[in-house]
């Protein structure tokens, strides 16, 4: 049995239940591709073999008792922002390189009753503000379609280690669409739960009232396991949502006919790559052929959308981050002759260009004379963008948009231009202002062979109908087994 001929989650799970296969085989299968391939790739920041093995081998205990849920024994990537106990987790920061936390996120301790096997950690940019993974402290991981290119980000490990076949599935966390779009960007599909879906217990805080933990796959029924998995109410996040949690696999053979698809004008605009617009127009004429119905729509406050979060985003960051002082934890400069010399030393060298930026901006949005023109203007406006939605979705049950407004781009390429960056999450920061969930699904490649994405947002909790209109779309465009060939790869 060779790799890929069990790529999807789904697939593994039922080759190991059969006994085709041992947890062990495949997670060794996995460990091999790594260590081949990651040099290119550079996905992993962290890779335990030998506690990967270890879990493997319960794995397969647990399967022959016959006591396997449909994720154990599935080797899976974790991005670098979710605690696991006793492996460090650094966040993309030099600030965080030495920490090893003493405790694994709510998530994590999920994942490890359904016994599935942990591969490592994935690279991010630094405290996940990004979208190209450049901001990395560490590496710049790669686009498996495209080594020159950017695999998106801030989830970009966990993007490029999905699509290259590095882990059966990974945890990413979105706070503006650091899931989605470095999913679309890497051809996969990739899931923002509702806000307070999934516990945010033990993930390391960027912007508190946006961050969201959700699934990378390489099919959308992947994603609803992991969803099964890991939503449900958690005590220790006070703003975990107390409520039923369906089983999300349920409803996704559903099909479109009859679903209501809203086109928001404001995004198809100008400035989206020509063959960004083309795929996606295809892909709604596509599900319209399959009997969904298209309604147009507006959401009015679009053009707002990313000034707003760069003002609520960085506000809640320079308050989450004021903890990083070198006395709790993480990294400390030694040289400092006083205690606010130590401060400002650990602080400069610990944190990167671009996380200096944010706390910076946040600290002044919130400062006194300050604090009404910017920050509650900016909780004001996220109050309008909310209610677009919740007027559009009185006619239609899910909305399509593009992922991104354009494909992986080259590296560097973006560096040096904040704006331009902060550009690539135009359709997918709203989401989040708003709470709802989005799923991008692969809908196309460019003549260079770059995956473009789909993104279908639901109504708040409406996971189940973005799930299922993105199987229906799944089975009119199925991209599971479609794989870049990573140079040297044999
Ligand atoms: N790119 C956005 C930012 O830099 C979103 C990041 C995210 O979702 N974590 O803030």
């Known amino acids: 049995m060779s790799y890929p001929e069990y790529h999807t989650i789904k697939d593994l799970s039922e080759a190991l239940k059969k006994g085709e296969v041992s ?199 992947d994603a609803a396991l992991l969803l099964n998995v890991i939503t449900g109410h958690d005590p220790k996040d006070s703003t975990s949502v107390p409520r039923e949690y369906p089983d999300y696999t349920e409803g996704l053979e559903g099909g479109l006919q009859g679903l209501r698809v809203g086109i928001p004008k404001e995004y198809f605009i100008e400035g989206i790559d020509p063959e960004v617009e083309a795929h996606v127009k295809k892909a709604i004429q596509a599900m319209k052929d399959a009997g969904a119905e298209i309604v147009d729509i507006s959401l009015p406050h679009t053009e707002y959308a990313i000034a707003t979060y760069y003002i609520i985003a960085t506000a809640e960051a320079s308050s989450n981050l004021a903890r990083y002082d070198g006395v709790r934890y993480g990294y400390r400069d030694k040289s400092a002759a006083s205690l606010r010399d130590m401060y400002e030393k650990t602080r400069s060298e610990g944190f990167g260009t671009e996380v200096k930026r944010r706390i910076m901006l946040g600290t002044y949005v919130l400062s006194a004379g300050y604090y009404d023109a910017y920050y509650r203007k900016g909780q004001q406006v996220r109050t309008l963008i909310r209610e677009d939605f919740k007027k559009a979705f009185e006619v239609c049950d899910v909305i399509a948009t593009p992922t991104s407004p354009t494909p992986a781009f080259k590296i560097g390429e973006k560096t040096d231009d904040p704006l331009q960056m902060y550009l690539s999450d135009i359709f997918t920061i709203s989401v989040n202002l708003a709470g709802l969930p989005g799923i991008s699904v692969p809908c196309g490649w460019t003549k260079d062979n770059l995956p473009i994405g789909l993104q279908l947002i639901g109504n708040l909790f409406g996971e189940q109908a973005i799930l299922r209109a993105a199987r229906g779309y799944e089975q009119i465009f199925p991209a599971a087994d479609r794989y870049p060939e990573i140079v040297g790869e044999n």
């Open 23 to 221: 947890s062990v085989e495949v997670t060794k299968q996995y460990l091999e591709r790594i260590e081949s391939l990651d040099d290119k790739v550079k996905a992993y920041l962290h890779v335990d073999a030998d506690a990967a093995l270890r879990e493997a081998r319960e794995a397969d205990d647990v399967i022959r008792r016959g006591e396997a849920t449909p994720l154990t024994g599935i080797p899976l990537g974790i991005k670098d922002v979710l605690c696991v106990e006793g492996i460090p987790n650094t966040c993309g920061s030099k600030i965080l390189q030495n920490y090893i936390p003493p405790y694994s996120a709510t998530v994590i301790e999920k994942l490890r009753r359904e016994h599935v096997v942990i591969l490592g950690k994935l690279n991010m940019d630094e405290f996940a503000m990004g979208s190209s993974t450049e901001n990395s402290r560490f590496q710049v991981t790669r686009n498996p379609w495209d080594l020159e290119r950017i695999p998106g980000g801030s989830s970009g490990g966990s993007a490029a280690a999905v699509a290259g076949a590095l882990c059966a599935g990974a945890l990413g966390t979105d706070t503006g669409g650091s899931i989605r779009q470095p999913a679309s960007l890497c051809g996969i599909v990739g899931m923002k739960p509702t806000y307070g879906t999934v516990s945010r217990f033990g993930l390391v805080a960027f912007a508190s009232s946006l961050d969201q933990i959700g699934p990378m796959t390489r099919s959308v029924e």
